[in-house]
């Protein structure tokens, strides 16, 4: 079993940043892929970014990339989300979950643990 728990989360900015950070338990985090996800009012949750369980390689959805950067510290059973350049429309609710899989993917129902979400609001 694995507990996810996001922080991090606040009011910024237009052109500001924040760091998400996703604290895992269980030994089992550091083999396991992970992903950030984000949910708007009235939304489905969309993928935002992926990170394999080595770290080595990351994905990230149009709406992210060259603003998000994803990382992960398996010593310290940590996930981060560095956000730059936030936008409004980055407003939502953002998760972090992990999936058992080896190859992750972009869909949120291959993920098999999830955190409670932390509320990033952009404000214009």
């Known amino acids: 079993q694995v507990q996810l728990v996001e922080s991090g989360g606040g009011l910024v900015q237009a052109g500001g940043s924040l760091i998400l950070s996703c604290a895992a338990s269980?030994?089992?985090?550091?083999?396991?892929?992970a992903g950030w996800f984000r949910q708007a009012p009235g939304n489905e949750r969309e993928f935002v970014a992926f990170?394999?369980?080595?770290?080595?390689?990351?994905h990230y959805a149009d709406s992210a990339k060259g603003r998000f950067t994803i990382s992960r510290d398996n010593a310290k059973k940590t996930m981060y989300l560095q956000m730059n350049n936030l936008k409004p429309e980055d407003t939502a609710v953002y998760y972090c979950?992990?999936?058992?899989?080896?190859?992750?993917?972009?869909?949120?129902?291959?993920?098999?643990?999830w955190g409670q979400g932390t509320q990033v609001t952009v404000s214009s």
């Open positions: 269980g030994r089992a985090f550091s083999t396991y892929a």
């Open positions: 990170i394999e369980w080595s770290g080595s390689n990351t």
């Open positions: 979950a992990c999936t058992r899989r080896t190859i992750p993917t972009t869909q949120s129902y291959h993920y098999d643990y």
